[in-house]
């Protein structure tokens, strides 16, 4: 009955659409006047907001009635809207882009189990009319909550310690200086920057500790809890694993309130049968998945382990050091296959960043715990006590910059979501790590545990070989060129590349034969094979005919666009051979064997793991969705200035990085006249040639 009743709520929530879901009046992307109110906590990311608008009515020609929800982008890194206020804006809404084949993060579905049918773009808030919610009622107290803890934090501990205390207790992740954050990305410790169960598990023995000189009855402290944990969860803007360990920290204490015995495996059953009946859609979330399957580890095994080793663990100098240990590894140990198989990568030392940064973060947790508490008692207090936290917390970025970089390690399993065998293999690994926990006390079990190992071991060793001839290495190396863009591609240790030039443009200097010596000597190769223009003007065509001739360049291809332009090129030099020339399109060329298409949107090279795409200029059709097996990038070889719409609509489009000779973030608002401080920086996945460094380097792309 259960099942049924949630696949109907799962069908009417995020499958089914009635006649009046805004899916249905979205094809044609008219602007219209948008009617609707914040359903959801904002999203405040580096470079934008997203905003969940649940719809009321849209208003073209004439007002409609309408359902569901869109995703409206922001530019503006500071929002000023919160769940529960009354919209109006007038922009396009954009259907939501195809789904993606297997391998590739599908947005789409992403987008669909959230309820959201619909995206739209804004570069400011000045452009949104709100009628704020009365300022009265639960979300109010958790605004106003959140936004003391910020300012306390903010005057009592230094701007990065402040920034890592926010992260680390509320999920406020903004002002993280992004140095910071790929640390923890390389490091294999991201998961701390997202609020975890252990920090409910913190807050509730803090109040523990609070309560404990206080005469206040066994009820009364345990409604206290209860709603404690409740507002900590909506500070926390309602993270998976906060709301796992709410529920199950609740139902712990109204079972001892009402006298039945705790059992933690009942426990976290029903806490993920509460969720999934109110959103049956969370079954499909990565954070979902990774919050149970490593909860239900730790329920599963730190018991098994203690009793295995009654004695040492019995002693409190052994308990308080061995036990911490004890659950960091266990929970890598099972959150690992569900990451490798999600994002593909996994840090060699993440095992062991996380057995020291762990502990230290939790006893951070603590300590800024203990800024807010005596904050509210004296703020000279607070400071003293900050002096003594902000240590601990550049501890942690020390640690970080030791085991998180560009020199740390990296096991690289390429994209392996979607992918059956990948499935069953993760499934095959979670076996045998229930195999092993369970053979502490069992011979028979340890034997076969023993046997399924290594013929696992065999079988993904047999799998290897085969795959392994279909390997090569594949290496770009990108570089400004005359106000283009140049790549080098090499194959393995092949002496000979190819050489694609976009938007290449005559300048003052000439593109003699030294630029074609220069590009080989950096790559480390003889000579270029097969050169591809996707764009040039007249006079580096010329230049560059008559450098491939001199360097013995076997074929070269233009772009159909630029035929009448060779033709001339071609005309004025009688020593070229035509038959060397040849030009590409969507029709013309499809060289499968060395990854290289054409289509309407430009040149193609086609990896098994990234796929690039070059083109000299950004037109409609690059904001088409259609997307590759690949993750995308999107290569421009001339000045680009993209506007915050542009960038938005092109990374739902389906790239996730882009590269340019030269990219400037477009202005589209005076922020001292709007009053808010607007970011226009561009994100990382962005790169100016120009701005960042003169060459790059992708190596090992399989």
Known sequence: MLGALSGFNYSQRFSTVGPKNISHFIEERPVVSIYGEV???????KDRCEIEISLDSIAGEYVREVEGSILLKVTDTTSILQLGDKVEFRTRIYPLPPTAESGQFDYRKFLMRKGIFGLAYLPTYLNVRVDKRVDLGLWSVVDNLRKSIVNALDSNLTPTASALAKGFLIGETRSIPPSIYRMFRDSGTMHLLAVSGSNVALVVAFMLILLRPFPIKVTSRRLILISTILIFMFLSYGEPSVVRAAIMATL????????????????????????????PAQLFDVGFQLSFV??????????????????????????????????????????????????????????????????????AVIGIMAVLSVHLIWPLLGKLAGSLVSPILDLVVFILDMMGGENIPVIDFGSLSGEPLALIGVLLIYAIILMAIISINSIRTRQLTLLATVGSVALMLVLLLFNSSDNQRTSLRISELAGGVAVVVTYGDSPDANLILVGVRDKKYPLDSTVMVSLKQGAG?????????????????????????????????????????????????????????????????????????????????????????????????????????????????KLWRPTAQDRFRLEDAGYNSFICSKIEQARETTSEQSGYKIDHSLPENYISLKSSTSVLIYTDIK
């Open 525 to 637: 190769i003889e000579r270029f094979r097969t050169i591809f223009v996707n764009g040039a003007d007249y006079g580096s065509t010329k230049e560059i005919i008559r450098m491939s001739l001199a360097d013995s360049v076997i074929e070269i291809y233009f772009h159909e666009k630029m035929r009448s332009l060779v033709t001339d090129a071609v005309t004025s030099n009688p020593l070229i051979h035509k038959d060397q020339i040849k030009f590409f399109s969507e029709q013309s060329i499809n060289r499968s064997e060395i990854g290289y298409q054409c289509d309407r949107r430009g040149l193609w090279l086609i990896t098994d793991s990234r796929a690039w795409l070059f083109t000299t200029d950004i037109k409609a059709e690059h904001f088409e969705s259609e997307p590759m097996n690949q993750a995308t990038t999107l290569l421009i070889g």
């Open 39 to 45: 359903a959801n906590w904002p999203d405040l990311k």
């Open 252 to 279: 712990v204490i109204v079972a001892r309130f009402i006298g039945r015995r705790i059992d933690l495996n009942q426990i976290i059953a029903l806490t993920a049968l509460i969720i999934l009946l109110y959103n």
């Open 294 to 363: 490593t909860a239900w580890g730790l329920i599963f095994t730190v018991p098994r382990i203690t009793e295995a080793m009654p004695d040492l663990f019995k002693r409190s100098k052994y308990r308080y050091i061995l036990l911490p240990l004890v659950v960091s590894l266990v929970a890598q140990l099972f959150s690992t296959p569900v990451v490798v198989f999600y994002f593909g990568r996994m840090p060699v030392l993440s095992i062991i960043a996380n057995l020291i940064i762990v502990p230290l973060v939790s006893i």
